[in-house]
């Protein structure tokens, strides 16, 4: 029957009750439950595109609620029946078709998987492409899942039927990337079933020569994965012939798409077919009229080499072919050869790349094109390894200073980036070296741009490994203050993380930090820029760990405990993290008397921030900030708000600072509009939005009283902004009521308005 036409009684007539328009949700009731079939269908019926595929991503909630075997029955059959109807817009069947793809266990397993297949083989024939993507895409993660009887039984025959269907062309593009994973399963060990050579003579003499351009493109692109999977024997029978054609087809698409695939097909022939198809094939792809055809042979013959550099003979081809490309009369494919250059210096050898690949690299290294430049500067700092430690030196090293003062900031970073692999080439080790390269080096650690600081920066422990404690000591050893004291905060610290890093590389350890490191850290402290005064807090946070128990009790921490009282926020928070990150590295004496009782400080800090940080580091810690908190005591429900308050500056609920034991009384809270809807306050913290919490945490007396301010300040907010319609009456009647004091257990925040509301109340 049509679903859809049976939506308004659809029920009633399977006898199960009498059905009912539901307003909320909207759907159908059965004896007072909702079907989630019905429920499913309404949704769908919608001419809401947006709802519709909202509903479809809560698919599986669908089929949770009918079960395994009503969604094998029922479900699957409507979107299959509803996909060959054409029902559904193009965003909601890609919907479905990503959604099926992870629906194994929803219907039953592996075992009953295949029930997958018929909506999603339905979508495969639908006109828009990115439809028919996602299906094969879904089919193949199911197929993975089965096993071979399986997929013999129930994918290999809906391959082949979509291989085979005349109507139009779309089932054909789609069974073009099942292939792959059907033959796999058809395998009898090496040996090739009838099956199996079905497949590759439908793939390879039928939908390779398809008059269909889009079905020759297709198989032109999925020739790769098929080139993996399939037999020596029916490689050199079947495959290796049409991707001849395919390089051969009078599309230029076809040809773009065949030459990807030339890599998958070279690692499966013998070397002589390798020199054969190179000299024929892939030299009239070389040499093709259309541009976009040259540019794909410089895309692959960087994965081409590497498969077929190990015969003499292809070597000998390969580089006739890569000088072509890199003499092309179009500056594109000129350009799109050059960046594959390291991958072919590598395959071709050193000789090769010095005398050919590395002048026309640096010749276009210089291009008009920035974009151009950033790319193929990258490029030519990674032939150093290709053409070898003295080439490089010879060679690539006078280069670089002119690439380092490229007039765009992305070429000169592009080559600092690669001085890591470049210094692992030539090292550091020789006076040559050191002397060009760490003076080039230190120029660019106090360029005016930040960025490339920054990337100097990131090199110090690259540096610091090849140089040694003394080189580095000797050459940079001044810079260290410089990189401490930048004005801008990511190199600051990043400053503080490269010291960490390079204080566990052999040679260096705790005692060169504290020589060299801590007393820059020192002189921050009394510094006028509270920035700068932070670079200390940064230190203890990320070097405690590096340094001696005996310099951060005595040098370090009381420092960082004087900066906790800091005038301004932003310090009193990082010292806080500080004390946090440093007290699991510190003795226990020093934690009991100096990092907690200072971390309880700061929780009545006058900053909610400081107070916020504060409180997290304690949790972390394992510690209670108790003791310092002046507990409530329970008023009587009948005085006023003004009695109340008295009674809590009166004392005899407050727990003095010290006392050991439980609490007298439960911290209470004021149940106000913080109830309904915290108040978020967001403040500027080093940049980043921390937002305060509000003031339904436990609060201290002198919390309460300013409570009572913000809370009149919000009521309005609260009982407008944050109450349903329908509640606010009652909650502005609440509002009007004396403030009433709750323990926490008594302020339930979550469930149901009604239950919110009656807390409120």
């Known amino acids: 029957p049509d679903l859809n036409s049976a939506t308004v009684s659809g029920a009633a007539t399977r006898g199960e009750g009498v059905c009912e328009r539901s307003s909320t949700p909207r759907g159908f009731r059965v004896n007072g439950e909702v079907e989630p079939l019905d429920f499913l269908i309404e949704e769908l019926s919608s001419e809401n595109a947006q709802q519709c595929v909202t509903c479809i991503s809560r698919l599986r909630v669908i089929a949770l609620a009918l079960g395994q075997a009503k969604t094998r029955s029922d479900l699957i059959p409507y979107l299959t029946h509803e996909i060959e109807q054409d029902k559904f817009t193009d965003e909601v069947q890609v919907s479905i078709a990503e959604v099926l793809g992870s629906f194994v266990e929803f219907v039953g397993g592996v075992a009953d998987a295949h029930c997958l297949f018929p909506p999603l083989v339905a979508l495969c024939s639908v006109e828009e492409s990115t439809v028919r993507d996602q299906a094969v895409a879904s089919i193949n993660q199911v197929g993975k899942q089965l096993s071979n009887a399986q997929v ?80 020596a024997a029916l490689i050199e029978e079947d495959l290796l012939p049409l991707h001849r054609t395919l390089l051969a087809d009078e599309q230029e698409s076809v040809r773009v798409n065949a030459l990807r695939g030339c890599a998958s097909v070279c690692s499966r022939i013998s070397a002589p077919t390798q020199r054969e198809l190179l000299e024929k094939d892939f030299k009239k792809c070389v040499q093709d009229k259309s541009w976009r055809v040259r540019i794909a042979c410089a895309e692959v013959i960087s994965d081409v080499a590497k498969v077929c550099s190990g015969s003499p003979e292809c070597a000998s081809s390969l580089q006739g072919l890569y000088e ?5 009369h179009e500056p594109e494919v000129r350009v799109a050869a050059a960046l594959k250059a390291a991958g072919v210096a590598e395959s071709l050898g050193a000789e090769f790349s010095k005398d050919t690949i590395f002048p026309v690299v640096s010749g276009l290294a210089r ?64 006076e040559r070296e050191q002397e060009s390269l760490l003076r080039l080096i230190k120029s660019l650690a ?37 990189h401490a004291t930048d004005h801008y905060a990511l ?19 705790a005692s060169w930090l504290e020589t060299n490191v801590v007393k820059i850290l020192i002189a921050r402290a009394k510094d006028k820029n509270y920035q700068m005064r932070s670079v200390l807090l940064l230190g203890v946070e990320h070097l405690h760990a590096a340094l001696s128990q005996e310099v951060m009790a005595n040098d370090l921490i009381p420092l960082v405990v004087e900066m906790a009282t800091d005038k301004v926020p932003n310090l009193r928070i990082q010292a806080v993290r500080s004390l946090a990150a440093a007290a699991p590295s510190m003795p226990e004496h020093l934690n009991n008397t100096v990092i907690l009782p200072k971390l309880r400080d700061q929780t009545e800090d006058e900053d909610m921030d400081v107070k916020f940080f504060a409180e997290e580091a304690l949790s972390a810690l394992g510690a209670s900030c108790a003791p310092r908190v002046r507990m409530l005591p329970p008023p009587s429900r009948s005085a006023t708000s003004e009695q109340r308050m008295a009674a809590s500056r009166s004392g005899p609920g407050r727990v003095p600072v010290g006392r050991s034991g439980p609490p007298q009384h439960k911290p209470m809270v004021p149940c106000h509009g913080a109830v309904l809807a915290s108040r978020m306050h967001s403040r500027r913290v080093g940049g980043v939005q921390a937002r305060a919490r ?55 925040v979550s469930g149901t308005w009604s239950k919110r509301l009656w807390s409120f109340a």
């Open 152 to 231: 013999q039984g129930h994918l290999v025959p809906t391959v082949l039927k979509l291989a085979r269907t005349s109507d139009w062309f779309t089932p054909r593009v789609s069974a073009c990337g099942l292939f792959a994973l059907a033959y796999k399963a058809s395998v009898d060990g090496v040996n090739d079933t009838a099956q199996g050579k079905e497949l590759s003579e439908t793939f390879c003499k039928s939908l390779g020569i398809d008059d269909s351009p889009m079905v020759r493109r297709a198989a032109a692109i999925r020739l790769s994965e098929l080139a993996k999977e399939l037999s």
């Open 324 to 328: 072509s490309l890199q003499l092309d």
């Open 367 to 430: 291009d008009p094109n920035a974009a151009s430049r950033v790319e193929l500067a990258t490029v030519l700092m990674n032939l150093a390894k290709p053409i070898g430690k003295e080439a490089a030196l010879t060679l690539l090293l006078p280069v670089i200073p002119l690439l380092t003062e490229d007039e765009n900031t992305n070429v000169r970073l592009a080559v600092i980036n690669c001085f890591d692999s470049f210094i692992g080439v030539v090292g550091l080790s020789e």
């Open 446 to 482: 106090s360029d005016k741009n930040w960025r490339v600081r920054h990337a100097i920066l990131l090199l110090l422990p690259v540096l610091a490994q090849e140089l040694g404690l003394d080189g580095f000591a000797k050459h940079l050893g001044q810079s260290l203050e410089t």
């Open 491 to 509: 190199i600051r610290e990043d400053f503080v993380k490269r010291m960490a890093m390079v204080s566990y590389i052999p040679g260096f350890g």
């Open 694 to 748: 509000g003031c339904h945490r436990g609060l201290a007396r002198s919390d309460g009283e300013a409570a009572l301010g913000r809370a009149t300040r919000e009521r309005h907010r609260c009982s407008c902004a944050a109450t349903p319609p329908e509640c606010r009456p009652s909650v502005a009647a609440a509002l009007a009521r004396p403030l009433v004091w709750r323990s926490p257990h008594e302020c339930n």
